[in-house]
């Protein structure tokens, strides 16, 4: 318990501290807010533009395509708002050597490294990722226990994602530069935007077992939109026990192969 406290205070200062620094810089603080929100309108025009040419695609109509979506925006939200810094300022710590004094810290560096920086700007969208997904989830609609479990779903959803971007990440250790992987991190996170079934046969065999990207939002929302489909589920739970011991192992490897640049 007094470990768990711990964690908490510290990511306390890691909240005010983000707060503090992105509000010293207001307009790009402004433009973040802007971006986000355009980056939500134009993914969802671009589907409810496909669809005033199909009735559907594949197995479903427009509001469930569209509320799948709008699942994949609220988990983009949370990567964007609580993780998606801290892996180009890991790239950077790697090559100037700035990552021997996080290693040194009393807590674990997964922790440290990958949930140091928080977005505050991202934060002051939550009302529109939620909202979009709130409307379309009535359009289809979602049943009451489906409305109950959504936001843990959401969560595993996020977890999953940030699993398989810290494994990625680890290619790291082993490079000089990162920034090429964090462009590779960017693309393989963009396959989990579409649901699974717009994939042939071998690419959805790959990314959902090898590395399990199309579970991310196929998942919970196949799950959702039928309560049914506990195979779904299953495999999403699986994947994120499985997936996260080969992190911690991965990674501990990582740090072993890390060669200090201020040395």
């Given at each position: 318990m007094s470990s768990i406290k711990h964690y908490l205070s510290v990511y306390k200062k890691f909240i005010e501290t983000s707060f503090s620094v992105q509000l010293s810089f207001r307009t790009s603080f402004a433009l973040l807010i802007f971006m986000d929100l355009f980056f939500y309108i134009s993914t969802l025009a671009t589907v409810d533009f496909i669809y005033d040419h199909v009735a559907v695609i594949g197995p479903?109509?427009?509001n469930k395509l569209m509320f799948f979506i709008s699942f994949m925006l609220c988990v983009d939200h949370l990567h964007m708002t609580l993780l998606s810094e801290s892996f180009w300022v890991l790239s950077r710590q790697i090559r100037t050597g700035e990552l021997d004094f996080i290693l040194l810290k009393p807590v674990h560096s997964i922790f440290t490294?990958?949930?140091?920086?928080?977005?505050?700007?991202?934060?002051?969208?939550?009302?529109?990722?939620?909202?979009?997904?709130?409307?379309?989830?009535?359009?289809?609609?979602?049943?009451?226990?489906?409305?109950?479990?959504?936001?843990?779903?959401?969560?595993?959803?996020?977890?999953?994602?940030?699993?398989?971007?810290?494994?990625i990440s680890t290619a790291m250790f082993w490079l000089t530069e990162g920034l090429g992987i964090n462009f590779l991190r960017m693309q393989i996170q963009s396959l989990a935007r579409w649901p699974d079934y717009i994939y042939k046969v071998l690419a959805r065999r790959l990314f959902t077992v090898l590395m399990p990207i199309l579970l991310i939002g196929s998942a919970p929302v196949r799950f959702m939109l039928d309560l049914k489909s506990w195979d779904y589920i299953a495999g999403m739970i699986a994947a994120?026990?499985?997936?996260?011991?080969?992190?911690?192992?991965?990674?501990?490897?990582?740090?072993?192969?890390?060669?200090?640049?201020?040395?």
């Open positions: 479903w109509e427009k490294i990958f949930f140091r920086y928080i977005r505050p700007s991202s934060l002051t969208n939550t009302i529109a990722a939620w909202g979009f997904l709130i409307y379309f989830g009535s359009k289809v609609p979602l049943t009451t226990t489906a409305w109950l479990i959504l936001p843990i779903l959401l969560i595993m959803a996020f977890i999953l994602l940030a699993i398989i971007e810290i494994i994120i026990f499985v997936f996260g011991f080969l992190m911690f192992k991965i990674w501990s490897r990582a740090l072993i192969r890390y060669e200090s640049a201020s040395s």
